[in-house]
């Protein structure tokens, strides 16, 4: 687990926050003040709030700005004897919105904080106030839900390594190893802004995985889709009426070669037939990295326009 401290020279200068109301050591980031609106930001695979450290700076001032690390990831624990599928990330971010007080939320998605961000919607959809796609799917009952997954998977370098290697037993040994192979797998899955690696830059990203009990988070989300452990909630009638009703903004860079737009851009809209969406053309999958400044002002437009 990287120290509490830690701010990686300064890249990442926020004060640590920890609850265990989780019933593990969350970490967080919580910047701004305390009576402003909450931009609730939810990273995916293999990142932490690191992620988000560009529009935290942009937020802070007048939002306030709330980063978790999923268990098993960033200054989070990684408990041993827990289960890492979605529905646990789910029910993680449940009782830490909870625990927290968190209303009138606006969700900043990105990869599988898409879906753990959709399953929080799904139970709590009165704590919502906006919700923002940034290469992260919405998953949120549509029916051809599991039709678009597979399309995906087929185009995806990822997805196809997933399942290959779940198959002949290399997963674990890959992934048990992140630390070392963190670079190759962003750039993978769609990293394209080389001018912003660094050692500090580096080792943020290293640092959660520095040995194997410390990778079964990431390897949790992998082996989840490979073996179908994943369960994504499903939201009442009420609770689907309400969210349909959100503003909602989606973000896609289209060099995302794990999260293809003609797959997931469809879900969105589906749920949200009249928002906008913005693709950038020459940004990765991690949109967060290979544009900040651009992701950063589009969100800020986007809340203060609703």
Same mark, same amino acid.
């Given at each position: 687990m990287i120290p509490s401290d830690a701010?990686?020279?300064g890249t990442f200068p926020f004060a640590p926050h920890f609850t265990d109301a989780p019933g593990f050591r969350m970490h967080y980031v #919580?910047?701004?003040p305390r009576g402003g609106e909450v931009i609730l930001c939810l990273h995916g695979e293999p990142t932490w709030g690191y992620l988000f450290r560009h529009l935290i700076s942009t937020l802070n001032q007048t939002h306030r700005v709330v980063v978790p #690390?999923?268990?098993?990831?960033?200054?989070s624990?990684? %408990?041993e004897g827990r289960s890492y599928w979605l529905q646990d990330h789910i029910a993680n971010l449940e009782t830490f919105v909870l625990a927290l007080g968190l209303t009138d939320i606006t969700l900043v998605m990105h990869d599988f904080g898409g879906p753990v961000g959709m399953g929080f919607a799904a139970r709590h959809p009165h704590r919502i106030r906006r919700i923002i796609s940034a290469n992260g799917p919405t998953p949120f009952g549509q029916p051809d839900l599991g039709d678009q997954v597979m399309a995906n998977a087929a185009l995806? %370098?990822?997805f196809q390594w997933i399942i290959k290697a779940e198959a002949d037993g290399t997963l674990e040994p890959v992934l048990n190893n992140l630390g070392y192979n963190i670079l190759s797998t962003l750039k993978l899955n769609g990293f394209e802004n080389n001018t912003v690696i660094t050692d500090s830059w580096l080792n943020a990203y290293i640092a959660p995985f520095a040995t194997a009990a410390e990778c079964l988070g990431a390897l949790g989300w992998a082996k989840g889709f490979a073996t179908g452990s994943h369960q994504f909630e499903i939201p009442d009638p009420?609770?689907?009426?309400?969210?349909?009703g959100k503003p909602a903004l989606a973000i896609w860079g289209e060099a995302d070669r794990t999260l293809h737009a003609e797959h997931f851009l469809p879900l969105f809209s589906a749920l949200f037939p009249s928002a906008p969406i913005e693709r950038l053309p020459?940004?990765?999958?991690?949109?967060?990295?290979d544009a900040p400044e651009m992701i950063s002002?589009?969100?800020? #437009?986007?809340?203060?326009r609703t």
């Open positions: 701010t990686f020279a #919580d910047e701004g #690390d999923h268990m098993g990831f960033g200054k624990e990684t %408990p995806s %370098p990822w009420a609770a689907e009426r309400i969210i349909r020459g940004v990765g999958h991690y949109c967060f990295e002002r589009l969100i800020a #437009d986007f809340v203060q």
